[in-house]
């Protein structure tokens, strides 16, 4: 069982599975760090200085300056501003992927064409017969 196990292991598959897992985690890190550090920020801006990351609603009715305070008042809190993040983040991984596959498929040779098919060996035999009867 260890030996099937171990060829299991390293096949190829596998082994380029766990570096496509491996490198879409390294790409989900970019991309929040993108979001949240460089988009959010800009779109704040353009919306008036508001901070998304802040946008909730306190179950318990009371306003609170931030989501900080409302989640250090113990209350169940609505955290909509970091759904709507998420949702800006989910955007943008899947333009970067279809980026990423659109290039790759640019990459791609396009199959040969096929060869012109010839004549069939009862073609070729009828052809010699009648070049024979001549």
């Known amino acids: 069982m260890l ?4 060829n299991f292991i ?3 598959n596998v082994i380029d599975f766990a570096v496509a897992v491996i490198m ?5 890190g970019v991309i929040n760090g993108f979001v949240n550090n460089i988009a959010m ?3 704040g801006y353009f919306a008036g200085g508001m901070n998304f990351e802040d946008l909730h ?3 318990d009715g009371k306003e609170y300056a931030t989501l900080a305070a409302a989640k250090e008042a113990g209350g169940a809190v609505i955290a909509y501003g970091a759904w709507i993040n998420t949702i800006i983040n989910l955007l943008i991984v899947g333009f970067v992927m279809f980026i990423i596959v659109k290039a790759y498929n640019k990459t791609k040779t396009p199959p040969a064409p096929a060869a012109p098919a010839g004549p ?3 073609e070729l035999l009828a052809q010699i017969r009648d070049l024979l009867k001549k």
């Open 3 to 6: 030996k099937e196990f171990k």
């Open 57 to 59: 609603v306190a179950m």
């Open 120 to 122: 069939t060996q009862e």
């Open 10 to 12: 390293m096949t190829g």
């Open 41 to 43: 920020p800009f779109v």
């Open 24 to 28: 879409a985690t390294a790409l989900g």
